[in-house]
């Protein structure tokens, strides 16, 4: 795995200082809100902040927003199958993360020129699709050469079952919960 590429990942959908202000430094933010576009101003107080405290900030599926406002990343959610997903990196460790479920969106993923794919879900959750499983995820590490992160379902319990697949670290919405 690249030295710059994060092993945590937290999935926020506003971005509330106050939220966040008691996480791990080490935890990366992704804001993914696809309800709402984010405002100049938002981004600029927000980017702010994580720049002060030595946090990575990255947004979902606004491309132009993370180019223009020289943000840490950009992530690309499985649903978004655009192929020819070209970004004019303005630095060198602007990461782009994908997600992905099954065969077809890794290949896309790596066609969208991804540096990190995340797998998921790996263990059941309320309203989720049928989980991967332990088998079924590495099964898909073993796919790609790409890194990969463990998302979907993990928590206290489970936590210890990430040591019996092949990952790079783990994203959650509810693990790293304020």
């Given amino acids: 795995m690249h030295k710059y ?11 509330n200082i106050k939220n ?6 080490n935890i990366v933010l992704i804001y993914r809100n696809y309800e709402k576009k ?18 990575k900030f990255l947004i979902s599926n606004y491309p132009d ?3 223009k406002h020289n943000l840490d990343g950009l992530y690309i959610p499985s649903f978004n199958t655009k192929k020819n997903y070209k970004i004019k990196k303005n630095k060198k460790k602007f990461i782009i993360i994908g997600s992905a479920h099954n065969l077809k969106q890794i290949r896309i993923k790596e066609m969208q020129k991804v540096q990190l794919i ?5 263990f059941k959750k309320k309203g989720s699709n049928k989980p991967l499983g332990l088998y079924r995820y590495n099964l898909l590490a073993n796919l790609t050469k790409l890194p ?5 379902g993990i928590n206290k319990i489970n936590l210890k079952l990430l040591k019996l697949i092949n990952t790079n670290g783990f994203a959650s919405i509810s693990y790293f919960k304020y």
């Fill in 65 to 67: 927003i993370a180019i």
């Fill in 5 to 15: 590429l994060p092993k945590f990942y937290h999935f926020i959908d506003n971005l």
């Fill in 118 to 122: 995340f797998f998921s879900p790996l």
């Fill in 38 to 55: 984010p405002n100049d101003q938002d981004i600029i107080k927000f980017k702010k902040y994580c720049k002060n405290n030595n946090v």
């Fill in 148 to 152: 990969n992160i463990a998302l979907g």
């Fill in 20 to 25: 966040i202000n008691k996480l791990n430094k």
